[in-house]
């Protein structure tokens, strides 16, 4: 990391960019109320720290070895007297602010009229954000994988009534990725892209997402840590896209005997990364509890602990629906979910905003 | 499992039980308003259900193959029309009931002083009950073991000081009883007696314990599945002890990397036990977070998931603490958590009504 | 699944598989001595059985449930009096055959020099297959992501020393692919691919992968299920792809405390997959144990336990690697590890042959 | 600890373990062949070490923060020139030597005549130690409980079968405690205690079976890391009984999905654990594998990894037995996993010998 002196100048920040270009690392360039800083990105094993040190303008250059710095709060309060939470604006929305925002809608897009249907009681019940699966990771290969699999056609048509009924209903629309051949196409129509659990890894994909500077959804994977969760994320900024919302949905179940519910929702990763980054945080419910009756319980949890925000599955029909038909609520279920979480954020806001 | 008729005599009931223990097996009568049922406690593939059927006042005979059935609320529905939660009375709290109960006090009891000076923040903070620890489960035998560690004498006199300071302000007492040895000496001193998480699979322990017949708060093993949680609470059903207070304090943490809190708090766990048993669930934050910044948010999402309490670690002076000193809050962190959780649980009851 | 009659002829044959296209589904087909049986690719619920039952050749159609069954032996016994062993050969290598298979080489190609050294080293020790990393999934964008990372010329010239190495010293090579950028360009340099952990969700860089129709090193996610890495497994063989080596290379670790290795080897998956699917498995020791004095206790474990060959990471000067410098051992001490894994297949083997 | 000058006098050494007691700490006095060491038992941080260091023949006193030392190759380094392993005879069977050894018998003892059959068979295919459970660690309340479960009565006369077996075939004994009251009577009976790995934690439980002085198998509990299970073994030690035989035994599997065998059998435990302590490892495959047909596997992976011996299930008829019937092993399966085990450690010795 380089911190400029307070009186340093353009050029002089200029010229420190170069000079970190020539080795063949990137600069993220963050300047705040108190100084500018110069985040390097790639290796700095390779950098001669001592030698930027003497540059103009320079007050200190050192390296920092955590495998997330762009994201961290510890490093945002070097350039600005309070690292904030970062809140990302899509159309009205403002995701990470005072407000609850809710993202719902059908695990898979099945029709137009299944889509419409059900953004519409979507819209009704409180929802801001229109979800809709057309690229389905599935476990496996034998099983519907969502109408993207229909070929470009068919990927297109559903994008498009994806697109139609958020303009109708008044709300953003965002799906999911999985594969690097779908990212042009799907950001033609959405206005934030999911990267789904098991694509959390995927360092070569969410680097292409992340440079089409669209809000980014992403997922943590069942089997990830919090610090590797926070150092993939690290990826995406460093391409410059700090429009990160950062969404936990269940790691991995323990213990022998018969399972409750589908995944453990670590509800204790909210309030934690929170502490560290100033990303904001979601929860999905619908994965983690794989069961209907939990989603409630999930989601007024995850609001407790602090969650802006949630991504829940809504059907107007889930025993018909086609993917995760037991894990999906009806709009009237959502409605009272949408009620509950706002009493449960009421209640314990202050202390929230004395954090 | 046997269902009696409607009409049957108590002679006949009587009978039954007679014919049960021929067996080697001990039978658990419950009597409803719909009918009385039998339960089986033992190996019941010792049974032959074909003879059974045919006694006087039998109507059916079966085997019931979950490895809980005492405390499940299927079994409980066939003799009462609404198998409802059981609420289990202490003093005058009553734990399982319409208001949350709050247990809380040092994790270890220092002095009489200490003890004192925390019982009385405790409950000027709306606590309900006084915890402190006698006998410390520790992961080294070179750490202070709790004053129990001093002798029957030492002992004696903490859990005399739990007494007295509970009588003072009003609350009932629970302490942990680690070992067989100290069951007779904590039961008299004590209203609840606490097994711990690392105790949970003590099937010889926990046995020990029910015959006292005192209410007893079971924590859930850190690698326990559900399942087994429920199975090994049996045994203490089975010994005609029905004041359980079921306790999740968190699962062993997953994922690769820096740790940032002690142990996964498996907040699903709780209206997923609440769904299988009438036994009453609270949640134990302070070992689930192991950092005092977390327990606040833990807290309020663990009665958002619909717990009926909770088992909180205060000190007056953490950072002076003998044990666990670094997740422990204070009294006045602990009012602001109460107020919260109450407004929390104001926020989700409705639907909590309802279930 | 459709199964032909004995005497079904080849038209027929056709006929079933123009059938099943109708319905959007792919078939795969498998002549063996006893019948031919075609397999549904896609989604089955779509497939009117009953209406497949009475088309000329048909003896039976019926749906399969299990997520994977293209790569299972039970599947495969139902044309071939025994479901054997795939043996997969790349050169002279044979893969899954009777003899050991080792796959050496560094974790990271970080010069011609460098790699020559090792390969010659490799060979030298017993090695037959060699391995070096050129595409690094990396956990920290900070850290150096290999030679692949500096543009199409960096990746084009390590590709290109790793043929000529391969070559030079007369072993087939193999790399890693990371993302679907890559998948063109590594297909033209190696005789296998490998696709690392992080990666094994992908489905659709392992599809993309498949259809290079080149033999392929899968490994299993360090999250993931046996079920779950042979669901994934069976994406690639629904693309006609039977030449995959799947390969276990330590799961998470569980448990509070130290690390004594960086993931858990489940080295009873060997033996659990090898029961369920005829494709080869074999072990990387070098990143299930994270510390190189651990790597030939691993390894011997791992043939005891019946894979057919380890891919172990090699460095003449371990110390000063780039990547994983902790975990690679040194030519010398992998000739000590080939010797003594070979005692013990000959220990086991008498007992595997009958299995 | 403490470590005395060369040329300290016994009486010296006295002095210095009365100076400790006044603290309310044990010493642990190990004499060897370089000098005296005096390992402190007991909370150190009470302790005034620069006290400790003007005493008459201390060289030097400090304290040590691991919470394992007395079993630490480490610390027994500092007064044995080589910490070599420990070998603990029980007859005439050197456990931790050069020859594997292999303990055996039925899950649960049923009858005389069964115990006496599997006896003979076990002692025929080279067992050197009969393993018999009598109280048997269960999930259900109503499942079978061992004959224990009948009373003392019932116990003694199983425990008197289990001795008589024993030397009818000349191999020494060996059963499981699982609770207090059960240790003055089986140490009565038995050559070694075991302890399941359900008790792993009890720490009352193992102080008291280790004041016995007899040795002592320890399981690992299937949710304990590596340093819980030495820190706990440390427990029986500080009671000065370093006759502990340490077993693995699986823990707790990971992953969605259907299950291929009961636990991982986490085989990188075997060498990570020896190169800490000098105390023996063994396995046990039959828990970890719940299935009859990889018991094999498991066993040679164990050696292969450096076991010294295993402990595995055995039983004439396993589709009868009344516990675990599908993991246990006939007599002649088990002799050809000896032949094979033998074969295995030979291959491997040679490095395991140079460790």
Redesign the interface.
Known sequence: MIIMKSEATKEEVASVVKEIKKY?LRADVSRGAYRTVIG??????KIPFSRFEILPGVKEAFMVET???LISREYASTWEPEAENRVINVGDIRIGGEELVFIAGPCAVESREQLFRIAEGVKKAGGHILRGGIFK?????????GLGA?GKEGAEEALHWLREAGDTFGMPVITEI?????VDLVSEYVDIIQIGA??M?????IT?VARKKKPILYKR????????FL??T??MV?EDNKDIILCERG??P?????S??RY??????????K??TYLPVIVDPSH??GRR??V???S???????ACGLIVEVHDNPVEALVDGQQQITPDEFE?LVV?CR??H???K??RNRD
Not at 201 to 205: K, R
Not at 254 to 258: E, I
Not at 300 to 306: E, K, L, M, P, Y
């Open positions: 063949g390097l990105v790639g290796d700095e094993s495998p997330y710095k990771p599935r476990t496996s290969v034998h099983s519907f994988q229909n999985r594969g690097e051949s779908q098991r694509n890894y995927d360092q070569d994909l292409r994977h069942f089997g990830a840590g919090i610090e590797e150092s993939f690290e990826y460093a790691i991995l323990l213990g022998k005997g018969k409750y519910f453990t929702l670590d509800v204790a990763a909210v309030p934690a990364i502490r560290e983690a509890a009756d939990l409630y319980d999930l007024c949890a995850s609001i407790a602990a602090g009272e509950a009493g449960v009421d209640a314990v202050n202390r």
